[in-house]
């Protein structure tokens, strides 16, 4: 069953991703409206408002990432059991790229809605830090050497700690809200069943890179704990 997750997810994320393509695309309302004279006003955003079903699902499953390498980095620093550590690295790899994604939406997102690609206002400020310190850890990891595992744990702590704080943001400026009264929970009945098609599609998206990111890396450490008895054995040189 393990051997068949990663190939059965991808193969539900790309099948969603296409259904909801078409979906988003073809089947879901523009969004636009009038004003007073009959004609669209400036909050129009015909199809640059169908980025929101691309960028609120990474942004979904981007926090679900950091929650799970932060809690497993705790529980690795409690337990010093590896395979805590394995999870934290496979699902902070998955984080960096959705938080790129996320990052690159929202900035066309904002050009299109408010006419500019970013602002550093806390917000997004904070969002940017916190990719920043997902980077630092898959660096860490790379290059700190034998206590990288140790640095890397608390960097993802700290990004843990961070998305509190980065929710409360939310819907405090021009970026839509968050929350029971936010974009999500309000949407149109004609646009949810797309939102959520994407938003499903990307979890499995998550969930197929994050075991085989696992499983590569515990295959990563095992090789060097083989070649570190090698060396000790005398076997290797």
């Not at 394995?86 to 959705?98: G, K, L, N, Q, R």
């Not at 509190?164 to 819907?171: A, D, R, S, T």
Request: net charge neutral; proline share 4%; charged share 15%.
């Amino acid at each position: 069953m393990k051997k068949l997750a990663v190939p059965l997810f991808a193969t539900l994320a790309a099948v969603g991703l296409a259904a909801s393509v078409y979906m988003v695309f073809f089947v879901a309302p523009l969004e636009y409206s009038y004003n007073e004279a009959g004609k669209f006003n400036g909050s129009s955003l015909f199809f640059n408002q169908k980025i929101m079903y691309f960028h609120v699902g990474h942004a979904f499953w981007l926090i679900v990432a950091v929650i799970v390498s932060g809690l497993a980095s705790l529980v690795f620093l409690v337990t010093r059991d590896p395979k805590w550590d394995d999870i934290a690295s496979a699902s902070t790899d998955v984080a960096v790229a959705f938080g790129a994604v996320v990052l690159i939406t929202g900035s066309i997102w904002a050009k299109a809605a408010w006419d500019v690609w970013w602002q550093w206002e806390p917000r997004l400020t904070l969002s940017l830090l916190l990719w920043l310190v997902l980077v630092g850890y898959v660096l860490v990891r790379r290059f700190a050497g034998a206590s990288a595992d140790r640095i890397a744990a608390g960097m993802a702590i700290f990004g843990l700690i961070s998305l509190p704080f980065l929710y409360k943001m939310v819907g405090q400026d021009s970026h839509p809200a968050a929350g029971s009264n936010g974009v999500v929970a309000t949407l149109p009945p004609d646009e949810r069943g797309p939102f959520w098609l994407a938003v499903a599609s990307f979890l499995c998206w998550y969930v197929a890179l994050a075991i085989s990111r696992v499983q590569s890396t515990r295959a990563e450490r095992e090789v060097r704990e083989l070649r570190e008895r090698g060396l000790d054995l005398g076997v290797l040189q």
